[in-house]
């Protein structure tokens, strides 16, 4: 039986093609996606899902959005990629078509809710952005957490140098976690079950050029490999790595991947904001992904492209 998924993702070009994933695997059997503040601009960002859809024909899944605002929003030039792929050309060919979702969507905490109460069982979320909407739906509403199967959390460095660039707070924190560490801190007291994929395993995957030849050369007839390429075409001449595929493909294919449980805590405020740390006293214990194999990691993204 696939399991039941709500996404949480803020629009950057990693999350869309994890969105796509999600979607279209049959181990997974996505509910709602939800559009946090992070890194895009939220409105762009539901464009770009609501073409996605529209373009791939894919049904039944509610895309929802939130507006709450991270504490530390990430780098304009970074969110005003999300523009990028609403405008992408490829998008020419669903002109004539009804968009997959012709209303706004309806607020990311609503939806969550809704699907949690009255899905017939646990749900896994995965997020791909700040966890300010779920830190909110726990903190709101702690007795769903008992509907929550586990939260899979792109996020947190452990035992690698962060990937915030800015000044003081430069190579302390991941960006995840640095857009807004309370939240971060309020899912980990929540007490439900948490997979985190930090830079410590992702840092091992940058963007594979090799990859995409395949994929090309493989995907000729599939719509879904076609675009997919096309959004990895925005960032391939950047350092870039697949932080939010590798969450997506943890919730497909969990026994690919190799954990270690350790106790984690945060830093929620001064210089080292946002910094994940191993702690002996405070934090909890969570499963942290260690290891995945690159052959069985490619092999994941390309057949499920291939699929649509």
Known sequence: MAKLIIHDHDGHIDDLISLILLWISPETDLQVVGITSGDSFVEEAFKASI???TFLDLETV???????SALNPFPESWRKESSLVVDLPIFSQI?????????KGRNSLVAYSDCLKHANSKVTIVTTGPLTNIA????QQPKLKDNIQEIIIMGGAINVPGN???????????????AHPQAFRTVLNSGVHIKLIPLDVTNLFPLNKE????????????????????LWSLVSSFEYYYWDTL???????????TFKEQKIDVVTSGSSMGRTYVSLFSGRHIEIATQI?????????IETLLMT
Do not use: M
């Not at 002109?95 to 209303?103: G, I, L």
């Not at 909110?136 to 903190?139: G, K, V, Y």
């Open 51 to 53: 073409k996605i859809a």
């Open 62 to 68: 509610e895309i929802a959005q939130s507006n709450e």
């Open 95 to 103: 002109s004539h078509k009804r968009p997959y979702q012709d209303f």
């Open 136 to 139: 909110l739906l726990l903190e």
């Open 164 to 178: 915030v660039e800015i000044d003081n707070f430069k190579h302390k924190a991941e960006w995840n976690i640095f």
């Open 211 to 230: 990859l995409l030849i395949s994929l090309e050369e493989r995907g000729q007839k599939s719509k879904a490999a076609k675009l997919a390429l096309k």
């Open 247 to 257: 969450t997506s493909v943890c919730a497909i294919k969990p026994d690919l991947f």
């Open 293 to 301: 194999s690159k052959a069985a990691f490619e092999q994941v993204i």
